[in-house]
């Protein structure tokens, strides 16, 4: 069985210049057809083309494969009677030749759409784009374009979003000014680029099967992650509150942000800590050993947070909106005494932290030692 090595032109350039018909079959006679078509047009692509047949065809007869190189071509000026004229003079190779499988080669967008008519007589192995460096830029460009359409998730992701911000445009102009309407959709777009960038796409399509799973293996983390949740919200709502003081009439931005931050961090802090004992309880469950980070978590929670605390407080003491802390109802403390305070107690919470996860991590590595030494007795 022969593998047909096939140079299709569709536009017949290779039958003008050399002033032959095809099908050209053959080494000898599609050589000696490189150097006409190079004499009468050496800028022509279709000389590569040919070039790179003959190419194909040796690396396959150096495998010990029986190759046969050909050349056909569109003798029509209409595109339906060049199709047609191909689909002839490919039948007669197949009749000629005991042809099981082609391999195609062509040089350009318009010799690409003949590949359809070979693969309706034969099957094609493969198709060998040839692109000359010249002319690289511009090949390149359309075979890229090309394999972009033809991807789906890259259309949905690009091409969507810049068609829904070109549709926006024309109403946002309506309705607004110009500034706006161009604020507005590249925003639209940069919210798009996020959603994707940052994969919430995929975590969204995931989240419902990991609550699934995670709420038929009865873990614990599941209770707690829900009221983490309601601890944030309280904390946001608080600090919501907060800075809704009708007497204020100021327009500054740093004091309502300095008391968002003071009233909310315990409470984010408390939900952080909830959700970091659920999963510590479900490591503690599950695997009976906790790794080191998961024994961090909770201290250097408490430690960010008092820390947060500390450096907020000591700003609105400050300003003025706070007032002094006593200690032990009587103890008060100026401003920089309550920050080192909260520095202080931060820095020792996370040492504490560090001690007790080093010590169960030694525990953990003795009783893992004295297993093995069991196991190997």
């Known amino acids: 069985m022969t593998t047909l090595v096939l140079c299709v032109d569709r536009a017949n350039d290779i039958g003008r210049k050399s002033g032959l018909s095809t099908p050209v079959v053959g080494w000898e006679a599609v050589r000696s057809l490189v150097t006409d078509v190079g004499l009468a047009d050496p800028e022509d692509s279709s000389v590569n083309c040919l070039l790179e047949a003959l190419r194909v065809t040796r690396e396959l007869r150096d495998e010990r494969e029986d190759a046969e190189v050909a050349v056909i071509s569109g003798t029509s000026e209409t595109a339906v009677g060049a199709d047609r004229a191909v689909a002839l003079q490919l039948d007669e190779l197949v009749a000629t030749y005991d042809v099981e499988s082609a391999v195609v080669v062509i040089d350009s967008a318009e010799d690409e759409r003949l590949v359809p008519v070979v693969e309706s007589r034969l099957r094609v192995d493969a198709v ?194 706070l007032a002094h802390l006593v200690l032990l109802g009587r103890l008060e403390l100026s401003p920089v005494q309550r920050l080192v305070l909260f520095i202080l107690a931060g820095i020792v919470i996370s040492l504490v932290g560090v001690r007790i996860s080093a010590t169960v991590s030694d525990e953990t590595l003795d009783d893992v030692t004295d297993a093995r030494a069991e196991n190997e007795t």
């Open 128 to 321: 060998d784009r040839v692109v000359v460096r010249q002319a690289h830029d511009i090949e390149s460009t359309y075979y890229l374009l090309k394999q972009f359409l033809a991807d789906e998730e890259l259309r949905s992701t690009v091409l969507v979003p810049v068609g829904v911000g070109l549709l926006l445009l024309p109403l946002l102009l309506v309705q607004f000014t110009p500034a706006v309407a161009l604020a507005g959709l590249a925003a639209l777009l940069g919210a798009v680029l996020l959603y994707k960038g940052l994969a919430i796409d995929e975590f969204l399509s995931n989240a419902p099967e990991q609550v699934r799973d995670a709420l038929y293996s009865g873990q614990v983390s599941v209770v707690t992650y829900a009221v983490a949740a309601g601890l944030a919200i309280v904390g946001l709502f608080l600090g919501a509150l907060a800075i809704r003081n009708p007497g204020n009439t100021s327009d500054e931005l740093l004091v309502p942000s300095l008391l968002f931050v003071y009233h909310t961090v315990p409470w984010l802090a408390l939900a952080a800590l909830t959700a970091s004992a659920g999963r510590l309880l479900d490591e503690l469950i599950g695997n009976e050993v906790v790794s080191t980070s998961y024994m961090n978590l909770p201290f250097g929670v408490i430690a960010i947070g008092l820390v947060l605390r500390g450096f907020a407080g000591f700003l609105l003491e400050r300003q003025g909106e």
